[in-house]
T-cell receptor, first 121, second 110 residues
């Protein structure tokens, strides 16, 4: 299957600092990537949809000024947690879909990065 | 009511057992159904996907979709300790909006 690489896999930062998380599609182009947050023993919560070359679309209740998303190319999206606080500590996961393949058939799979565990102290 | 309901477990079975994981959903417009496996502190990994109703088999894994009952299942035959993980069901209508279950935690005991 397609490969999505997320970096770093874990990070510890001080309260008030900013942290950047990268999501790369390694073997396909992704016009759209997704950022999720996952709390322990809970499902994935969609935070925002990242669109290459345009502004991200945020889900209700997600602060766009706090979670900055940049989708600079067809293979890279970044999530920056600004002025991080302990309550931002969580597992952040990105995903991407290859979209339409060579046969024009819609690819339905979403491929996930390895996740980033953020701890704010 | 949530779009997708999934029993969080935990589910514990002996090695070699047949495991049945299930999800129910409320939106009859869902057409694509997926199962993901997530190991601790890792991102979800796609196991199976099915379009519309029917069965799909891949090795020890079988996915079933019953659209009339709005019910999907994942069966794992001859379960192994390496199958211990959280299993997430997901579904979508079209496009890229995925709806996930909460995940079922499975432990296979050697």
């Amino acid at each position: 299957g397609a490969v999505v690489s997320q970096h770093p896999s874990w990070v510890i930062c001080k309260s008030g600092t900013s942290v950047k998380i990268e999501c790369r599609s390694l073997d396909f182009q992704a016009t759209t990537m997704f950022w999720y947050r996952q709390f322990p023993k809970q499902s994935l919560m969609l935070m925002a949809t990242s669109n290459e070359g345009s502004k991200a679309t945020y889900e209700q209740g997600v602060e766009k000024d706090k979670f900055l998303i940049n989708h600079a190319s067809l293979t890279l999206s970044t999530l920056t947690v600004t002025s991080a606080h302990p309550e931002d500590s969580s597992f952040y996961i990105c995903s991407a879909s290859p979209g339409r393949g060579p046969t024009r058939q819609l690819n339905t799979e979403a491929f996930f990065g390895q996740g980033t565990r953020l701890t704010v102290v | 009511q949530k779009e997708v309901e999934q029993d969080p477990g935990p589910l514990s079975v002996p090695e070699g057992a047949i495991v049945s994981l299930n999800c129910t959903y409320s939106n009859s417009a869902f057409q694509y159904f997926m199962w993901y496996r997530q190991y601790s502190r890792k991102g979800p990994e796609l196991l199976m996907y099915t379009y519309s109703s029917g069965n799909k088999e891949d090795g020890r894994f079988t996915a079933q979709v019953d659209k009339s009952s709005k019910y999907i299942s994942l069966f794992i035959r001859d379960s192994q300790p390496s199958d211990s993980a959280t299993y997430l069901c997901a579904m979508k209508i079209t496009g890229n909006q995925f709806y996930f279950g909460t995940g079922t935690s499975l432990t296979v005991i050697p």
